[in-house]
């Protein structure tokens, strides 16, 4: 019997929507996944701060659009203290050792990978699938990090059925495109997270308790 494997989806979800939830559930059933872990990101360091929700509202509308599935939400990186997603997976592949993991993306990110720290260490250290986002596919496809990752794809069963998921390997999913997004929603609702605010909840992976109260990290000036 193969470790636990688990899919994680890292983001701002500022807020969470439908779309987050339609994804995780494809990678589900898709890859065979026992669950998928939400990481609720402190701060992006490739988005800007402005606009960005207090940590506590976006987790609680990661919460509320998790409910009743095989998801659990998690603001790990505050915990670990990490900034960067290449520190983040790496920490969570030593804390949880007898767990499989593997890094869900959109194409969206997969065109702008090249710009993430140390991405080629990210691929090293746990295989990625990649879900495809309409508008975003023929740039994700020319992209340098596409050029580097195209020699480890392997078939989708044949990832699913690998006794040991191993890495650098690229599995590349594709469902009906969902046109939801946080931009539209925080369009429509500004005030949005004014409904979240002043909430304690816990945290789902690590059970600390997630407060406005930010966790003092030091500051990585390089994105890349």
């Known amino acids: 019997m193969h470790n636990r494997r688990i899919g994680l989806l890292g983001g701002s979800f500022n807020p969470a929507h439908g779309g987050h939830r339609g994804i995780s559930m494809f990678a589900l059933e898709s890859l065979r996944l026992d669950e998928v872990w939400w990481l609720v990101s402190p701060g992006n360091p490739l988005k800007p701060a402005e606009g960005?929700?207090?940590?506590?509202?976006?987790?609680?509308?990661?919460?509320?659009?998790?409910?009743?599935?095989?998801?659990?939400?998690?603001?790990?990186?505050?915990?670990?203290?990490t900034r960067f997603t290449f520190d983040t997976l790496r920490a969570i592949r030593r804390r949880f050792p007898k767990k499989e993991f593997v890094w869900l993306m959109g194409s969206d990110n997969l065109a702008q990978f090249h710009r993430w720290k140390d991405w080629r260490g990210i691929a090293r250290t746990m295989p990625i699938a990649v879900i495809a986002r309409p508008g975003y596919d023929a740039a994700a496809i020319a992209s340098p990090a596409m050029a580097w990752l195209r020699r480890f794809r392997v078939p989708r069963a044949g990832f699913v059925n690998r006794a040991n998921w191993s890495a650098p390997a690229l599995v590349t999913l594709r469902f009906d495109p969902d046109p939801r997004s946080a931009t539209a929603i925080r369009r429509a609702d500004p005030d949005w997270a004014d409904g979240h605010t002043g909430k304690t909840l816990r945290d789902q992976v690590?059970?600390?308790?997630?407060?406005?109260?930010?966790?003092?990290?030091?500051?990585d000036a390089a994105a890349s």
């Open 206 to 219: 690590t059970f600390k308790p997630i407060t406005g109260t930010p966790i003092s990290m030091e500051e």
């Open 52 to 81: 960005m929700a207090p940590l506590v509202a976006r987790f609680a509308s990661a919460v509320r659009q998790a409910k009743r599935a095989p998801i659990k939400v998690s603001a790990i990186e505050r915990e670990l203290g």
